[in-house]
């Protein structure tokens, strides 16, 4: 397929950070750290960089979803890793075979639909970045899901790994690692920059240096991170009744799309003003962009809610988990997509913005913070 992200500032750019190659290594192989070619794509394109929000996407570009690759490329394809299972490790221990090859191939179709639901894209393709000596090799392939229909399984040498296909790539599933990995094979479109690594980098960034001032740094963007299970358990379970199963509470008659995301306690001491008083709306904004009216609410301000309350529901229980009405939310849900987390991003009072993050981003969240006890 014709190269969809090609443009002169992403060949220049690529061009000049593997020109200091000689900084990580003496091969003749340009080095390129996947982060640096992650923000060279989002400079280049003016792309949205997704890479820290654990999905299946690593940019968005106007409706495209893209996967970014780099890797060493010594021929003409590469087998490379599109995901890892370890939250379901255990699910998959017993399986083995084309069993094993349909429930992996499941849940990697299920986290690309998670993405596609979240950013509401249209368009998905991976952009690979081959390294091979002195020179760099650009090339796209389709971004798809598994045929499930059409998975046929392929000799292995080893016990501790299984390959198959679908008619359209080709997999290795490696059990003791719980990583799937996928064959990118170019074809007759790519694009190839040669690379002119310079002998002694370090002249040209002392030279750099003597020419730049120091800059104050930036102020980071005030944020915070919410669980969406509860935090009064220690095995941090999706409560029946409550948060994400709000609408299954009894006492009276409830909307099958009655839900809140929990605040815990923790975040009302070290966060006081972060969001508005209670019950005053204020803007939140989704991955995809769509404008939600939110408001925290209930005992304690223990709830963040949208008005309508479906809105939220539409987005989190519907796209994101994709759960049918009546369908509980559950810890066994949250470890097979996995995420178990939301970061709000304040703007200002009146505007927020809201992601899904990885397991554990919580108490990662609590631990990198000065951190008081949830009760």
């Not at 839900?259 to 815990?264: A, E, G, L, Q």
């Amino acid at each position: 397929m014709p190269l969809i992200f090609y443009n002169e500032e992403y060949q220049t750019l690529l061009e000049s950070i593997c020109s200091l190659s000689r900084l990580f290594s003496d091969s003749n192989i340009p080095y390129l750290s996947y982060r640096v070619a992650e923000n060279i794509f989002q400079k280049s394109f003016r792309a949205r960089n997704l890479a820290r929000k654990d999905s299946s996407f690593d940019a968005m570009h106007s409706d495209f979803g893209v996967g970014l690759k780099t890797f060493q490329l010594k021929h003409q394809n590469s087998l490379e890793k599109v995901a890892e299972f370890n939250l379901i490790s255990s699910h998959l221990r017993d399986l083995s075979g084309k069993r094993l090859a349909v429930e992996i191939s499941k849940a990697r179709n299920e986290r690309i639909t998670t993405a596609i639901n979240t950013y509401q894209t249209v368009n998905q393709i991976y952009h690979c970045v081959g390294r091979n000596e002195g020179q760099l090799i650009i090339f796209e392939t389709p971004y798809l899901t598994v045929n499930l229909d059409q998975i046929k399984m392929l000799r292995s040498n080893f016990d501790n790994i299984i390959k198959f296909e679908d008619g359209s790539n080709e997999y290795s599933y490696n059990i003791s690692k719980s990583t799937l990995y996928m064959r990118f094979d170019h074809n007759d479109q790519f694009r190839t920059i040669d690379i002119k690594i310079i002998d002694d980098p370090y002249d040209i960034l002392e030279r750099i240096f003597t020419l730049i001032e120091d800059e104050n740094q930036a102020k980071e963007t005030e944020y915070i991170v919410l669980p969406l299970y509860s935090t009064r358990y220690k095995d941090r379970r999706v409560p029946k009744k409550s948060g994400l199963n709000q609408w299954n509470a009894g006492g009276r008659n409830r909307d099958s799309d009655e839900v809140y995301i929990p605040i815990p306690i923790y975040i009302h001491q070290n966060y006081p003003n972060f969001f508005p008083p209670r019950d005053i709306h204020f803007n939140l904004i989704l991955p995809h962009g769509e404008t939600l009216v939110a408001k925290v609410c209930q005992d304690n301000s223990k709830a963040l809610m949208t008005t309508p309350n479906t809105a939220l529901s539409n987005w989190l229980l519907r796209n994101i988990l994709n759960l049918e009405e009546g369908e509980l939310a559950t810890r066994q849900k949250l470890d097979y997509l996995g995420f178990d987390s939301v970061k709000v991003t304040k703007f200002n009072d009146n505007t927020f913005y809201i992601d899904i993050l990885s397991s554990h981003s919580y108490e990662n969240f609590k631990i990198g913070n000065q951190s008081l006890s949830d009760t």
